[in-house]
């Protein structure tokens, strides 16, 4: 038994009669490689040639490591399969940090757009929030294609925002920004891991797939067409009459803020105006990134440091949830007071 195997809980581990089970479905094809992962193996070696490794189930000759012990599959790391084409994880062999490889069109914009942030003075600016790209490789297999390296990030929103704080903070960083696997486990997916508080620890957020986006050269038309998106409702999508990219950008953009905070928590009320006003129907009535950071400032300015450290409520929080969130939110808010005067 390795010191990884001895390490796992109890309820990780299997009776005889259902690691023989595991095995027979293992050997049946029940956790072999899929094609589109089948991609991500055959170019393993030239990965980390150029020091990047993969995980073990994506090496030529891999072996389940669950086979001659009697831990269950699904706490194996290995047992894990991939569930877009496009995307990988990776480890980077000089030093350890975990990246994100995608696959992408070589001359296609998101190649291009990456590289400008790559290489010019874009990288080194505190305002720029799209993602820092590592590193651009040539595809070994498809000259049609290249392999973007790229920071390894989770969902803006989980673990969920906590306090009122937090999310102004994003609406902060996403605004000021616009201008031009189980990832709540531990890497071997045996231990369940806890995640910081944001107001304890602060975060910073990324724009992230340019696949779909355009480069727009300085002083030139910002006009665009096309109906690919992720939001549907941005009301002059179109494929036939172009519209103004930067406006399209504040709509989706305050159309997020909507859904994921105006309609899912209360006592957000104050960020109504600048929502209303990024998600105007007609685009010459929305802001430019600049106004709507403008805006955004002033009414964060406005608010106190006690209700922006005050703990965020859903909608459909009962009374009795609520009762006892908002006795630790009090308890945790007479910390901080007791902290501040002890300073």
Avoid at 3 to 28: G, I, L, M
Avoid at 212 to 224: A, F, L
């Amino acid at each position: 038994m390795t010191h990884a195997a001895a390490n796992v809980p109890f309820y990780a581990r299997c009776t005889p009669e259902e690691v023989q089970h595991h095995a027979k479905s293992t050997a049946e094809g029940l956790y072999s490689l899929l094609p589109i992962e089948i991609f991500w193996r055959d170019r393993q070696v030239y990965l980390e040639q150029h020091g990047y490794l993969l995980r073990p189930r994506f090496r030529p000759g891999w072996s389940p490591s669950w086979l001659g012990t009697d831990i269950a599959p699904n706490f194996c790391e290995d047992s894990i399969c991939m569930l877009a084409r496009h995307v990988m994880d990776a480890v980077k062999e000089d030093g350890g940090e975990l990246v994100s490889l995608k696959s992408v069109e070589r001359d296609g914009n998101e190649v291009r757009i990456a590289q400008y942030l790559f290489k010019s003075d874009a990288r080194s600016d505190p305002l720029n929030h799209c993602v820092p790209v590592v590193d651009v490789l040539q595809d070994p297999l498809d000259p049609k294609l290249s392999i973007l390296i790229m920071l390894y990030l989770r969902p803006f929103n989980d673990p969920e925002f906590g306090t009122i704080g937090e999310a102004v903070e994003f609406m902060r960083q996403t605004l000021e920004g616009h201008h031009p696997v189980r990832i709540e486990t531990s890497r071997d997916g045996t231990r369940t891991l806890s995640p910081l508080s944001r107001s304890d620890h602060p975060v910073r957020y990324y724009y992230i797939d340019f696949g779909i986006s355009s480069y727009i050269e300085k002083g030139t038309s910002p006009y665009v067409l096309g109906r690919r998106g992720r939001d549907k409702e941005l009301p002059e999508l179109s494929s036939e009459v172009p519209y103004n990219a930067f406006k399209a950008d504040l709509f989706i953009l305050g159309n997020l803020y909507k859904k994921e905070f105006l309609q899912t928590y209360l006592d957000l009320e104050f960020l109504q105006p600048l929502v209303q006003v990024m998600t105007a129907h007609q685009p010459d009535q929305r802001p430019t990134a600049e106004g709507a950071f403008s805006i955004f400032e002033a009414i964060r300015h406005a608010l106190d440091g006690s209700l922006l450290r005050w703990r965020l409520r859903r909608k459909e929080e009962t009374a009795p949830e609520r009762v006892v969130y908002d006795t630790v939110a009090a308890a945790r808010e007479g910390i901080y007071r007791l902290r501040h005067l002890m300073k």
